[in-house]
């Protein structure tokens, strides 16, 4: 959902601009994507894409019965690095 999309964005402080950089997309493709209120109209390549550059940012994108976005947890030894 695009509101999804939003809020993970959001929570790790990017600009449209540095997610299409990160997902190697048109930033006029993140805009479109972002503009609707509802599901994401965008071909699957382009989903994996944005989706792949959300995850290896840190974020784990979530579907249990309404669409969420989370910070992934950080494992121990991660953390001391």
């Known amino acids: 959902m ?3 999309m ?5 929570l790790i402080g990017w600009e449209q601009q540095q997610l299409a950089d990160a ?7 993140i805009r479109r994507m972002e503009a609707g209120d509802g599901p994401i109209k965008a071909n699957a ?9 959300l995850m ?3 974020l784990e994108l979530l ?3 309404a669409p969420g976005v989370r910070l992934r947890q950080l494992s121990p030894t991660s953390e001391e690095n």
């Open 23 to 29: 997902a190697g997309v048109a930033i006029n493709t």
């Open 45 to 53: 390549e382009t989903l994996r894409k944005v989706e792949r550059a």
């Open 2 to 4: 695009s509101r999804q």
């Open 6 to 10: 939003k809020a993970a964005r959001a």
């Open 56 to 58: 290896d940012a840190g």
């Open 63 to 65: 579907n249990h019965g």
